[in-house]
């Protein structure tokens, strides 16, 4: 039998469509304790968001070991079974409004398959184009790499430290609850946010893991605190070292030249995200 070639995918996709029900938007209210009014039918969904919308729901039977939909079906077939999420890109060029039909164009952008630190990994970039009923709403690049487990006793790389020189700052602790309710509101089976024997034994962490797009989505919420009700234009994000469950931690940002400068730091010290918006 021939073996896949990841680098075949590139290029495949798939389109799909979402009501858009405000109801998910209201409930990660909840789930993170906003102080927002609640959302109703036309009301624009903040950016990154969207990450509770166009869920796939896959059978158990085909789910990796981890929880995450198998790979070669739309994702390419890698022989890498750990997925993480490394960051992305995105521009918000219009409004996305609630309980209006929207549709979410998805391809495969690149396949690469690299060897570092970690070994043998492969990234691959996915690219999304999500309109609504206001035209064009969401252009997202997804990061997503595929490595091998660990051998038992690997030491961790030695983090950097998160600057602290913020201008704004929101404190954070989100404990299992929230990590369930969060896995629960974008369908996200990946056994790390909610599974605390496999988070500790199979993939090595020393508890329950802070999802990345949660992460990206609480410095957004700071840029929009800091843009005063100017609209999010752009946002990049990189994900550098995990949060843990019930681990304080902090979204910062400072203003730059260019825009926002925001990043997460954890208890430690260290940097466990990175960031820049602009208008």
Known sequence: ?????????????RTETDPMHPWAANALVATLGLARAPFGPGDALPPFWHWMHFL????????????????????????????????????????????????????????????????????VTVRHEISGAAGLAVVEEQDIVYRFDPAPGTPWPAPRQAATDETARRDWSLGPVELFRYSALTFNGHRIHYDLRHATETEGYPGLVVHGPLLATLLLELAGEMARARPIGRFAFRAVAPVFADEPFAACAREGAEGLQLWVRASDGRLAMEASAGL
């Open 1 to 13: 039998m021939t073996t896949p070639n990841p680098a075949d995918w590139i290029g495949r996709s």
């Open 56 to 123: 796939e729901a896959r059978p158990r039977a085909d789910l990796g070991p981890d929880g995450h939909p198998a790979t070669g079906g739309f994702m390419p077939a890698v022989r890498q079974p750990r997925r993480m999420w490394a960051g992305g890109r995105v521009e918000f060029p219009g409004p996305l409004p609630l309980d209006a039909p929207a549709t979410r164009h998805s391809t495969i952008a690149d396949v690469a398959e690299k060897t570092g630190r970690a070994g043998e990994m492969t990234f």
